[in-house]
């Protein structure tokens, strides 16, 4: 069966640090990839999708950046945090275009 | 813009009754719905989808209604109990994007 893993899980960094948030699917290949961010209190925003190895789509821009360095590895980057960054990140996968099934997520605060 | 909707933010559920959340979406060319639930701290889970061929869709104690006329979406949750305190999100599913709504959080009273 497949699963998916976020870490950290959570998450505290001062305004201006870097950041990488990493995702992994277990159990699939070539899967479709996606970054959400998802507010309190709010529904979730899509940040990145990723159909295949180095290729990102970015739906919101942002001082956020994705890269897929493997076929089941996802990561979430900022070079330097905004207090406006703080939220809970989800990670999700799926087969095609079809259901997606989402990870634990990592719950981030900038301070 | 095109997008998926909740009716309300919030539904308090004696337990043992029956819960209804609903979902309005206003693109009539989506034909696939979902269904997630989410408890605090935790990602979104799969409980139930339903694709636009179809106006039901049964599960373990959930049933999804859609109805293409009016475009509304809804989620029956059967003899709610205290775990299935959460809020619930509806998703349009589109290539590649889904729309999800704010969600609905639903309360189980003891």
């Known amino acids: 069966s497949q699963t998916i893993h976020q870490w950290p899980a959570t998450l505290v960094q001062p305004v201006g640090s870097p950041l990488s948030l990493e995702c992994t699917v277990e159990?699939?290949?070539?899967?479709?990839l996606y970054w959400y961010r998802q507010a309190a209190g709010r529904g979730l925003q899509l940040l990145f999708y990723s159909v295949g190895i180095g290729q990102i789509s970015s739906e919101v821009p942002q001082n956020l950046s994705a890269s897929r360095p493997q076929d089941r590895q996802f990561i979430l980057s900022s070079k330097k945090l905004l207090l406006s960054d703080s939220g809970f990140y989800l990670c999700?996968?799926?087969?095609?275009?079809?259901?997606?099934?989402f990870g634990p997520g990592t719950r981030l605060t900038v301070l | 813009g095109e997008s998926v909707g909740l009716h309300l933010p919030t539904l308090s559920v004696q337990e043992g009754d029956n819960s209804i959340i609903n979902c309005a979406y206003s693109n009539s060319a989506s034909d696939y719905f979902i269904w997630y639930k989410q408890e605090s701290g935790k990602g979104p889970q799969f409980i139930i989808d339903i694709r636009s061929n179809m106006d039901k869709r049964q599960g373990q104690r959930v049933t999804v209604l859609l109805n293409k006329t009016v475009k509304h979406l809804s989620l029956q949750i059967a003899a709610t109990q205290p775990g299935d305190s959460a809020v619930y999100f509806c998703?349009?599913?589109?290539?590649?994007?889904?729309?999800f709504g704010a969600g609905t959080t639903v309360t189980v009273r003891a």
């Open positions: 998703a349009e599913i589109r290539p590649l994007w889904v729309s």
């Open positions: 999700a996968w799926s087969e095609s275009a079809d259901t997606q099934y």
């Open positions: 159990g699939t290949s070539n899967p479709n």
